[in-house]
């Protein structure tokens, strides 16, 4: 017990919950009929229910019949592309960005960005969420969503070769400007888009620009293998040893999607002198009907982290973390052909404390423990598609849904209660959204914000054709 | 417009909402601020809302910001396994068999069926479900489930060549006994285990009683490729070739998840002269980490339907049709490598008209048009995961979720409003059955049901241990 707890009214006290715990060999455990004390936004205990029966605290949850788990981490999103779930189905990935996404990007406004901002918020704390990791464009307006909605989240501006030094230039802006506010609650990252739209001197560039300013760099790299294969075929590298020979693997970097990964890669990403991570969204990848996963269990095998993510709306269809855990188990069972790896206790290590090192967060949030951040959700296990529990890891990962989640909770400040958002108005911005949407999804003019060419001889590090 | 319609007050009026329609080339499309009228448990108007503004009903339910669609079809489960959810993880098929399941079967009551069959009733109606397609034991228990909660239901009770005659007798009372009960909501079928534990006399003489009472066939058939190729090397045949020289494709068979079925199995399928139909319960097949799902585009090719499902939640975690949709058309891109194949509109034709075809009820349910039974069901869009809608169709399928079902009807019977159950105490049911899972679970007896066996001279279609 802290001091602060004995001396001071808790800011919050949950009672009568399972809470997720992890021993200190980091395995998973539930520690049952407990209590959870929050002052100032931080766990000052997890303890048995019955001790603090007495405690003066503003606020007070009975949870029993549910479960305390570390808020879920979305470790790749574009949270505005919200504004796009369902506009382009059933294309091939060329397609997709060539035909639909950045004819439609080339449209956006700040406006557009700051509401997908906000539904995407109102999504994802419904569905457990508390920290994201975004990457898009416009992004002083994700900042300001993210300050008023109460979330965690790091954010880097997205930036394209073709957008000139002023992409990279307005990227580290960003990211000075807001790393740190909130409260502490955003911290920010450097976002080249990835190795095939931001040539080898603006990476090399941002991998200095990242070491000076002490900035991770968040960026797509091998997201397929086609990618990986022309890579080779220009460059005679894959763009993981693009990302060695730039410096960028001697910052921190948090590299989406990797199913382009390749044995020869590994040990480049062993070595790296940066804290190195990979954020996995497998739904898209089967969506796209790409021939590999993430390799997550090569990547175990060599230290490096892989935190859970939903990538876009636009390709994922939903910014739904608990369905991203479901699948990566299940499609990390499938691709390596072992029923037996990826369990639902490793699923929940990757859900919370592999995710929080993936997004720079491994010390502050990603366990239920005294002294961490009190980023947490209450699930309600009371239904019938989660009875009878005989695994509670199994039942979390496997049979309970996004939907479970009665109540989120961000430094002790409890965003939605027994489902009902508490600081954001979807209503209201559903309705301006629609409004907006034509002008949004309007691809008359022609232009693009950004060409997808992997051709040997075509347009890689291709230029705005705006 | 029908007589009934204007002679007599509705049983029930649905107005304000989008519903989802097939047109006479069997297209989906969605009627915008429609009204769906009902008497004596059929549809018999789809209509403007404004068509209906006066009508008398007895009940009335105002549908604004919903989709109405036919209440999706659990073409092959075991709804009693829910008392087993979670019980048997992370393991290869054949321990999960061997060492677990059916073990644990061999404690079961008629008790614990009747009890696990309301919990998966009342997990199946929160999730949309209407009707399934269900094989079990002491299925007189299930039965009385199904008559007092109000669902839809294919019965039929299993069994192996290991129990004797008995087993495939029992089938067949079973069968004359329940067929057309609850008000006609029950239909029967034989339901032989699989070929792999029900052997070619046993099958011959099911196909023969199938004929001769005018009864369907569902059985396990071709699961995995292990399977057929174990089937080759034993007796030089595939599955699918067993259910052919024994007369079962001569019936009408619905055959579960098939994805060992090969290529020259089609022309069998092809040319049955029964109804034959396969449900594919994608969900298993990645967990089991089995090397192919069932072959739905082969199937489609030659006039099989094939239906969605969820087999038992002791391999599935859960009964969850709609998830079992998202994957159907997810893992199909990406076993097919092709992403524009199984399209969000193709995904909610095999939920509607082909999964009602694979339990035979084409003709009654799986689409809402005057002249069907009035199973539908009653979603809400208004979430912020499933906004904004550019495409309905992608969002039914990839982001709207099970608990976004508000309301299921049945016949005409409202059997969840507003997400509370109305024909199930899920509290109570849930209370007994905790009581009774120490003694369900206890596998310290050392008897199995059956015997899971794919060597080469094991004892394939083998033999009670009891």
Aim: glycine share 10%; proline share 5%.
């Amino acid at each position: 017990m802290t001091p602060a707890a004995t001396e001071s009214p808790a800011d919050l006290v949950i009672t009568g919950c399972a809470v997720l715990t992890h021993d200190d060999r980091e395995r998973i455990g539930f520690t049952r009929d407990a209590a959870v004390v929050v002052h100032d936004g931080v766990v000052t205990e997890v303890t048995g229910a019955g001790a603090v029966a007495g405690r003066a605290a503003r606020e007070r949850i009975d949870a029993r019949g549910q479960v305390a788990l570390p808020g879920l981490i979305n470790c790749h999103t574009h949270s505005p592309m919200v504004a796009l779930r369902g506009l382009a189905e059933d294309l091939p990935t060329e397609e997709w960005f060539n035909d639909v996404v950045w004819p439609v990007e080339s449209n956006l406004t700040g406006r557009d960005v700051e509401l997908g901002a906000r539904l995407a918020c109102a999504e994802m704390i419904r569905g457990g969420v508390t920290t994201f990791a975004d990457h898009y464009f416009a992004m002083d307006a994700v900042a300001a969503v993210v300050a008023e909605c109460g979330m965690r989240a790091l954010l880097g501006e997205a930036y394209f070769s073709s957008q000139g030094p002023e992409g990279r230039e307005r990227s580290l802006a960003f990211a000075l400007r807001h790393r740190g506010t909130a409260g502490g609650r955003i911290t920010t990252a450097l976002a080249p888009h990835a190795p095939y739209t931001v040539d080898d001197p603006d990476l090399a560039a941002t991998a200095r620009l990242a070491r000076e300013h002490g900035l991770p760099v968040h960026l797509h790299a091998a997201e397929n293998r086609d990618q990986t294969e022309a890579s080779l075929a220009r460059h005679g590298v894959t763009p993981v040893e693009v990302l060695h020979r730039t410096g960028i693997l001697d910052t921190d970097v948090l590299i989406a999607h990797g199913t382009g990964i390749v044995d020869g890669d590994l040990p480049l990403l062993e070595c790296a002198e940066g804290r190195t991570a990979v954020a996995t969204a497998p739904r898209g990848y089967l969506r796209f009907a790409w021939p590999h996963t993430t390799p997550v269990r090569a990547l175990r095998d060599i230290g490096v982290p892989v935190g859970l993510a939903t990538d876009g709306a636009a390709s994922n269809n939903s910014l739904d973390v608990w369905e991203a855990m479901a699948l990566t188990s299940l499609i990390q069972k499938s691709s390596e052909g072992d029923p037996r790896w990826l369990t639902s206790r490793q699923a929940l290590h990757h859900a919370t404390l592999q995710s929080a090192r993936a997004v720079g967060l491994g010390d502050s949030v990603g366990r239920i423990a005294p002294g961490r951040r009190a980023d947490l959700v209450l699930v309600d296990l009371t239904g019938p598609h989660t009875q009878p529990v005989h695994d509670l890891a199994a039942t979390l990962v496997h049979s309970a849904r996004a939907a479970d989640v009665r109540t989120t909770i961000v430094d002790g400040r409890v965003l939605m209660r027994d489902r009902e958002l508490l600081t954001i108005d979807v209503t209201g911005v559903v309705a301006e959204l629609g409004e907006r949407l034509p002008a949004l999804v309007d691809r008359s003019h022609g232009r693009r914000i950004q060409e997808y060419d992997l051709r040997p001889h075509g347009r890689y590090g291709g230029r705005d054709r705006k």
